[in-house]
């Protein structure tokens, strides 16, 4: 998998602005702590300034970015006691849910999670790590949407935002997110057998390199 940068594209919608910083930050082109300057962000990709506000406030909603009252936006930066809180609240909302998930699932449900997790993987090898980050969150929304609890559903989907700095390093890294893409079909296999030990081990295991390669990065940054 060969990761590459797209063209710099003049005066860029909010969209693909918001895609190129994201993407940026997969890569680790910006790392945690780092700045966010509105002028030279508009000088790098072409951009006007309120297009340039507007990805910051939408990075910043995915939990990407912080702009802290008076000091600007940088890149996100969780301490280790928040980073290991997180996890665990992230692990029990997720085995709180596959508790409560009809298992075997169903062949349409089964058929949907094994679509998008081969879209998943043509993105990786095409190096589309935009896609690649859609389609995983596409992947665990649906599984998770199976607990049948709304309530249950959006706060997954609250933390797993508020993770999505943490959750970059795993995809911007080739072997991690191979690994990625066969815990994907060993979760799906798991759902299909109607396995809860198996789906509550691999899901748990799932999330836990990404926050090992935050806090090893974080300490080199100390």
Not at 69 to 87: C, H, I, P
């Amino acid at each position: 998998m060969s990761y590459t940068a797209k063209k710099q594209r003049p005066n860029p919608t909010l969209d693909e602005l918001v895609q190129d910083l994201e993407l940026d930050l997969v890569l680790g082109r910006m790392r945690p702590r780092e700045r966010l300057v509105e002028d030279e962000l508009m000088a790098r990709f072409g951009a006007k300034r309120h297009t340039v506000r507007s990805a910051l406030s939408e990075l910043e909603q995915r939990g990407l970015i912080e702009r802290p009252q008076n000091r600007g936006a940088r890149v996100r930066d969780y301490s280790t006691e928040e980073v290991v809180a997180l996890y665990e609240f992230r692990d029990d909302l997720h085995q709180l849910a596959i508790s409560r998930i009809q298992l075997p699932m169903s062949g349409e449900t089964l058929s949907e999670l094994t679509r998008i997790a081969q879209d998943h993987e043509v993105a990786a090898e095409q190096g589309d790590l935009v896609q690649v980050i859609a389609l995983n969150n596409r992947f665990h929304d649906t599984l998770f949407g199976q607990c049948d609890n709304a309530f249950l559903t959006e706060t997954i989907k609250r933390m797993d935002a508020a993770s999505n700095a943490i959750r970059s390093y795993r995809i911007g890294d080739p072997k991690l997110l191979q690994m990625a893409i066969e815990e994907h079909k060993q979760i799906i296999e798991a759902a299909r057998t109607g396995n809860r030990d198996d789906l509550a081990r691999l899901c748990r295991q799932h999330i836990l390199p990404s926050r090992d390669m935050y806090l090893q990065d974080q300490t080199l940054r100390q």
